[in-house]
């Protein structure tokens, strides 16, 4: 049975329309369940009975559950426990701005980055939008507050689940739905180049990352095997069409490793590569984990500095969640 969390308001206006019903209905459904944050389908009050029997008899609104939460500095992970029983985890971080959230999209990931502890998990599944829209609706109502931001960036590629991210993402941004701005969204990718040129196609307002994390093949392909299928020439011109399509601004992430990626020589030859594209390069130090032999680099400033002498216009990640393993690079699927 279709979980009611995984509709798009276009899709419940068809819904109804198909059972002979006026399709204004499901936009009070989308505010029973995203406004008045009703859950209970008994409970929708200005639906005739009958029509609510229906809904509970095609729909479902169950949950998935917050199984365990760690507290760090202005960050909080959680564990989730799916109703088939595996692990996803979530991040949420406390700016001056507001609260982010860094959510899952799949079970375990495929992409087998060397250097990330979500991929010594392979893939088990891809996330139902509903598991996606309920790591947001669950957070919110356990620590009463508003989620302002939302970066698909924990376990999983996102672009691997590309059909269920996108309706997640129309959920969310709907105004009658979470309504939480485009320009509020990220979807990061490691590169799978036929999704970035159909996501341009989109032209949403969504900002984009791609996780570079090398200048060149010979080093991408050692620390990140999706190198091998799409290297980087192929990653530039998907870049430069998205950019060419949409006039937005992409985020280019670069994880700092030492002895690796983090010479004078790799900021050099990335700031030639990036020359002249409406991109910044996002520079995270890296979180080091007990199962990986990789290191945190000393010269993240240096590669800064490099890069803006460069013309590279370059920021570097406020570290978040190392305490508590919640840091880019360190969430895992399963229970420990």
Wanted: include cysteine; aromatic fraction near 8%.
């Amino acid at each position: 049975m279709k979980n009611l969390f995984d509709l798009k308001l276009n899709d419940l206006e068809d819904y109804f329309l198909n059972n002979n019903e006026k399709k204004f209905k499901a936009l009070q459904v989308f505010e029973w369940l995203y406004i008045h944050r009703e859950f209970n389908i008994d409970n929708f009050s200005n639906l005739k009975m009958e029509l609510r029997e229906k809904l509970k008899h095609d729909f479902t609104t169950d949950m998935i559950k917050i199984k365990k939460e760690e507290v760090g500095e202005d960050v909080k992970k959680y564990l989730f426990l799916l109703l088939d029983g595996n692990f996803i985890e979530a991040v949420l971080m406390h700016h001056d701005y507001g609260y982010s959230l860094c959510i899952s999209s799949e079970v375990g990931c495929n992409m087998g980055c060397k250097f990330c502890e979500s991929g010594r998990l392979k893939k088990v599944r891809n996330l139902e939008v509903y598991e996606m829209v309920e790591q947001i609706l669950l957070i919110e109502q356990k620590e009463n507050l508003r989620i302002d931001r939302v970066v698909i960036m924990g376990i999983g590629e996102p672009f691997d689940n590309y059909d269920n991210v996108i309706d997640f993402i129309k959920i969310i941004n709907n105004p009658k739905g979470l309504a939480i701005g485009a320009r509020h969204i990220t979807v990061s990718t490691c590169g799978l180049v036929p999704k970035i040129l159909e996501f341009a196609d989109l032209k949403l307002q969504v900002n984009l990352a791609i996780s570079l994390h090398a200048p060149n093949d010979n080093i991408r392909s050692k620390i990140m095997p999706i190198n091998k299928v799409y290297n980087i020439s192929q990653v530039m011109k998907a870049l430069k069409v998205y950019l060419e399509k949409t006039n937005r601004r992409v985020t280019i992430e670069y994880v700092m490793i030492n002895m690796v990626n983090d010479s004078d020589e790799c900021a050099y030859e990335l700031a030639n590569l990036l020359k002249g594209m409406n991109v910044y390069v996002n520079l995270i130090p890296y979180n080091e984990t007990n199962n990986l032999e990789f290191k945190k680099s000393k010269r993240v400033n240096d590669f800064k500095n490099i890069l803006l002498k460069c013309g590279i216009n370059t920021t570097i990640r406020r570290e978040f969640g190392g305490s508590i393993s919640g840091a880019c690079g360190q969430l895992r699927s399963k229970e420990v």
